[in-house]
């Protein structure tokens, strides 16, 4: 058997049994309930387990009027791939707008320049419309919605989705906006423990799992390396770079280029 006919261990999910894929699947994730932080010192949480301290973890704790719900390892990771997007004039975009409060969260941290807008299926959320950025009512799997948001924000340069976080959904976005997204962009996606949940269309090794899509797009930023083609349609070919953390996964837009190389010295010279 070639590399080529050898079959998709992810597709067949095989390598896992059944009942313990189901096991995974109905009793590990304890829900979100279920990780409550029962302290009373968030900064604390946070600075001791992950060594942390931002601008960011301070507006965090710091609270709004409106509610805003982040898990506490997220703050670091936004802060490490947001930061740079701080005080300037940039597009971005949160899929989710919930309470409102992350909206506010943005607002604050990244300052007066930044054009923000939410999205969100829940028309209750137009409320928050003109607060802390703008709010469009629809859904993130609609792409005629979606480009018609990135027209009315002139282009877009940082996407945050925190929606429905069901697989096709996040998959959907992904596909509309990352195109759309500029050169040098960042697309971050989170609350990924939902790739682990069948109610959201994921499950361990199930196809559906969007890491199983991320793999793709890593085969496809490899192309120059192998003979199988690109399996997204030219989606991973303006990925520079995949990071993965825990339930969230960053990727970098950028123009790739063949790869090249050299060979460097400065030779001495002779007297
Ligand atoms: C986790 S909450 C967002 C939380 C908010 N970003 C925060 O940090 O506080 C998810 C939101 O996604 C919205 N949502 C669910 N399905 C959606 C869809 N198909 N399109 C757009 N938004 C969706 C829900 O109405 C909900 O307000």
């Known amino acids: 058997m070639t590399e080529r006919d050898s079959p998709d261990e992810t597709e067949a999910g095989a390598q896992v049994p059944k ?49 805003v719900h982040k898990w506490h390892h997220y703050i670091p990771i936004y802060d490490r791939y947001l930061s740079p997007w701080r005080n300037r004039p940039f597009r971005f975009w949160e899929i989710g707008v919930s309470k409102g409060g992350s909206l506010d969260l943005w607002r604050k941290y990244f300052g007066p320049e930044a054009v923000i807008f939410g999205i969100d299926i829940d028309k209750r959320c137009a409320a928050y419309n003109g607060i802390s950025g703008q709010v469009r009512i629809g859904s993130q799997d609609d792409p005629g919605f979606l480009a018609s948001v990135v027209a009315e924000m002139g282009g877009v340069d940082v996407v ?26 960042t697309y971050m996606i989170e609350d990924l423990h939902s790739c682990y949940l069948r109610r959201l269309g994921g ?16 085969d496809d930023m490899h192309r120059w390396y192998h003979s199988f083609g690109e399996r997204l349609g030219g989606l991973g070919t303006e990925c520079s770079g995949i990071h993965i953390h825990d339930s ?21 010279s002779t007297p």
């Open 19 to 67: 009942e313990r894929e189901e096991s995974a699947n109905t009793t590990v994730f304890r829900g979100v309930a279920g990780y409550a932080f029962a302290g009373t010192d968030i900064r604390a949480d946070i600075r001791q387990k992950y060594g942390h301290e931002s601008d960011l973890l301070e507006l965090y704790a710091a609270g709004s009027e409106r509610i």
């Open 160 to 185: 945050l989705d925190d929606g429905s976080h069901a697989m096709p959904h996040v998959r959907k976005s992904f596909e509309v906006l990352f195109p759309l997204l500029s050169y040098g962009g």
């Open 203 to 218: 499950g361990y090794k199930h196809p559906q799992n969007f890491y199983n899509f991320a793999r793709h797009m890593v």
């Open 248 to 268: 969230i996964c960053v990727f970098d837009k950028n123009r790739a280029y063949p790869p090249t190389h050299s060979w460097v010295s400065a030779p001495t």
